[in-house]
């Protein structure tokens, strides 16, 4: 009887083994596949699915003080340091460049030879041509493109000594016309800019092209992500922050085929939702804005109905593309202290919840008016 009782608890034993090693591995699966579970099969995450958002739980975050440490830590500078290793060179004369030539005594006597009267001397300027060419008398077909206006006026005096008793030459460029740096966007003075002789930065070609309307006391676009394409690569400049902490963009200096593009700002915003007094959208001039000046314009929380004081907030993507849901405490001066301190970011959805436990579904329908990445709801919680 001792025996039999032994052999049914070991059956027991085995069969209770199985069962847990069973559920642990389809978990683990599920988890892995990003199968569709309900709020209730994964409460010890504190978190939710939107499987059109990502195919893994999204914890739900709660704010501290060290998350917010740690999200500051996190943030790229992204920084153009590429661009500082770029020293302006002398200026190399191309297609299109008017070159001023002087050839002491012989010039004017040309000159008054061939074209008197003439409102431009072909013996003073000479157009280079698009094979990087030009002709003087007595020179020949001299090639110019590449070369610096000193390098020019060797080879030329060179070329002249073989029928001038030593000629005194002089080169130097008219007008500017074979390199251009490209405007583009939201700035007030848009189009190109010749590349001269005296080097440009960025900081100078920026405020001359007028990025804050006639007024000047507004941006026109989004001067946190300029766009400077540079050799086929495109650098994003967060030219706002780089004004009002260094002196970096006085150093960037700028060479011929560079772009500088100025996006739009009108869909860099946070929006307020919920049970705010005034639910509104808020264009940033910065990368980022508090979570309390959001709420602030927003009007507050409205009191007859956010009485769980439970703030929402939902990042699409931050620094690394993945989806971020935080969750703060409003209800007392540390949760407003605390929302003084974590940034919001453009695209973030704040949601001001009611009391108690707020339908996933009544938070998804307010959201779809301002975002694309979900496109159905479920009946699922979001837990306290």
Known sequence: MGIQRVNNLIDFLLKYSILVVLTAFLCSCALGTGSSFRMNDIKSFKGTLI?????????????????IEDEKKNIPLNLPLALLNYSPESYKVGSGDVLFIYVYGETERLSAALAK???????????????GTIFYPNAGILSVSGKTVEEIRLILTDKLSNVLNNPQVD????????????????????????????????????????????LGNRSLGDLTSIKFTRDGYTYDIDYEYLARNSQIQNYIYLKGGDTIHLPDNTLSQVHVLGEATNPTSINLTRKNIPLSSALAQAKGLNQSTAKGKD?????????????????????????????GKFNLTAGDI??????????????????????????SSESTDILN
């Open 117 to 131: 009267g003439a409102a431009i001397n072909p013996i003073f300027e000479k157009i280079v041509r698009d094979d």
């Open 51 to 67: 499987p059109e958002l990502s195919k893994n739980p999204i914890l739900i975050e709660q704010v501290s003080l060290s998350l």
């Open 350 to 375: 704040v949601f001001v919840s009611t009391a108690g436990v707020t339908s996933w579904s009544r938070f998804i329908n307010q959201v779809l008016p301002f975002t694309d990445f979900i496109n």
């Open 311 to 339: 703030v929402y907030i939902l990042r699409p993507k931050d620094f690394q593309g993945n989806p971020r849901i935080f969750k703060t405490d409003m209800s007392s001066p540390s949760g407003y202290l605390l929302a």
């Open 171 to 214: 080169v130097s460029v008219a007008e500017f016309k074979s390199q251009k740096i490209v405007l583009s966007g939201s700035f007030t003075n848009n189009g190109s800019i010749p590349v001269t002789s005296v080097p440009m930065t960025l900081n100078e070609v920026i405020a001359n092209a007028n990025p804050f309307g006639e």
